[in-house]
């Protein structure tokens, strides 16, 4: 029989002897469906097991990985891990605090037992309802289902052992016809019983539009941004603002503005791990228990997320605030995963468009990257399902736009938010799987085209 990860996780640690020891054991079962003209294309499943070693010496660390899980590999893990990092000790004291002590974690309601099933069959009737959706519009489907069942847990030298067990799902539908029209649906959750293939091809197909294409002009103009496309800018936002990071190094977007007004007073934004719908974690890569953390209340600017490495370089009273993304922190910095934003009085994104005389509805951002990370700049292009908006209705289909422009002003010309909030993510995974996503509503704003895509 297999061993367990807790009885891994206490293997490497009596394996690797004295010192300071974190191990990470993740075990990741998955199943991806992938579709492109409506026939089912590739079916993936994985099933397996990481190690991850995390050694400190010295304020240093060192890690090593390893996927086989006999005596042998598991102690070679284990003495990379020590050995690198007192090879790197050797230039003298490091940044790193240490590993933190044992506190207690909450649970969650992140976990559900069908998805961790893995029925094959599930994401095959998926399918099937989106290819018959999109044969209804003479339409075809490319997309993929997916759904996964991870459990981490976390044993230290310093007495830390923690486990949690989050399942995901996730289904993106893209419609396109004969001329290369598209249109685009997903929808993400913690339970595989609530994508709805149906439902969501049903949406790509709406967005498919045979008229010819209106063109925007560059400048300014009243925008509705629906669920993904709002989901986007925040993970824009988690980079460039809220990273603790590069606001200890003096690069972020709240630098100086803390405790100032960034946004408009409708904004108000957390990093809410137990938030209902919201892909729950009960601890982050560090073990440090995971916790609401107000980031914008009312449009005012409340905090950064840190994980103890950028606690440490930030100072005087900055401490972890449960957000490490790696083990002994990771280059990237810390930045939140569970982003929540209130909803407003708009019934829906018709609502939102009801009182503009001319502007755009977005549905979709696709390569969004960073211009310049102190103004949260960032440009990225329209796709599959952009339309005019015209005397308060949703009209002609447009062309897809480049925009240039900064998140915090794009909140901070925010006029109105639906009431009904979703989780939206991007749903893929490349490597060891960690699913996000942000819980948000649509929103009606102002932004800048700065060209077409």
């Keep these: 029989m297999a061993p367990t990860p807790e009885e891994l996780a206490a293997e490497v640690l009596a394996l690797a002897g004295d010192g300071e020891i974190q191990v990470t054991v993740t075990h990741e079962r998955s199943l991806t469906s992938r579709f492109a003209a409506s026939v089912a294309t590739q079916a993936t499943a994985v099933d397996t097991t990481t190690v991850r070693v ?4 010295d304020g240093h660390t060192g890690g090593a990985t390893c996927t086989a899980l006999d005596r042998s590999a598991l102690r070679d893990a284990a003495q990379r891990a020590r050995t690198t990092a007192e ?27 069908e998805t961790a099933e893995l029925d094959p069959r599930v ?7 989106a290819f018959e959706m999109a044969g209804r519009g003479d339409l075809e489907a490319f997309g993929l289902w997916m759904a996964g069942d991870v459990r981490v847990v976390l044993a230290s030298s310093r007495g830390l052992a923690v486990s949690d067990r989050v399942t995901d799902a996730f289904m993106k ?12 649906g997903a929808r993400a959750a913690t339970a595989a019983g609530a994508i709805d293939g149906a439902q969501i091809a049903g949406e790509a197909v709406r967005r498919v539009v045979a008229r010819e294409p209106a063109v ?9 941004l ?17 990273n603790g990071l590069s606001h200890a190094e003096g690069q972020g977007a709240l630098v100086g503005r803390l405790g100032t007004h960034v946004a408009a007073p409708a904004i108000t934004l957390s ?11 009960a ?7 995971k916790a609401p953390l107000p980031l914008i209340e009312e449009g005012v600017a409340r905090a950064v997320c840190h994980d103890r490495r950028s606690a440490a370089v930030a100072g005087r009273d900055a401490r972890s605030t449960g957000h490490a993304l790696s083990p002994g922190g990771s280059a990237w910095g810390a930045v939140p995963t569970n982003m929540v934003l209130r909803g407003g009085g708009a019934e829906s994104v018709d609502d939102l468009a009801s009182t503009m005389e001319r502007g755009l509805y977005v549905t979709r951002l696709w390569y969004l990257n960073p211009v310049h990370e102190r103004t949260s700049t960032v440009t990225g292009v329209t796709r599959e399902g952009t339309f005019l908006i015209e005397d308060g209705k949703i009209t002609r289909p447009v062309r897809d736009v480049r925009f240039t422009d900064s998140v915090l002003d794009i909140l901070a010309r925010t006029e109105a938010l639906t009431s009904d909030v979703r989780l939206v993510s991007e749903g893929e995974y490349y490597g060891e799987r960690f699913a996000t996503g942000s819980v948000v509503p649509a929103l009606r704003s102002t932004w800048r085209v700065s060209g077409g895509a």
């Design 87 to 113: 090879i790197a000790a050797r230039a003298g004291a490091g940044p790193y605090p240490g590993l933190p002590e044992p506190a207690p974690v909450q649970p969650h309601d992140g976990f559900d037992a």
């Design 271 to 281: 990093d809410a791990p137990r938030f209902p719908g919201t892909i729950a974690r």
């Design 226 to 242: 629906d669920h993904d496309a709002v989901g986007s800018l925040l993970d824009m936002l988690a980079l460039v603002a809220f």
């Design 54 to 57: 995390l050694a400190v010496v």
């Design 173 to 184: 539908v893209v419609c396109r016809d004969r001329a290369g029209r598209a249109g685009f």
């Design 216 to 224: 925007v002009e560059p400048g300014d103009i009243p925008v509705v």
């Design 283 to 289: 601890f982050d890569a560090e073990g440090v228990p």
């Design 123 to 129: 994401a095959g009737a998926q399918l099937e309802a």
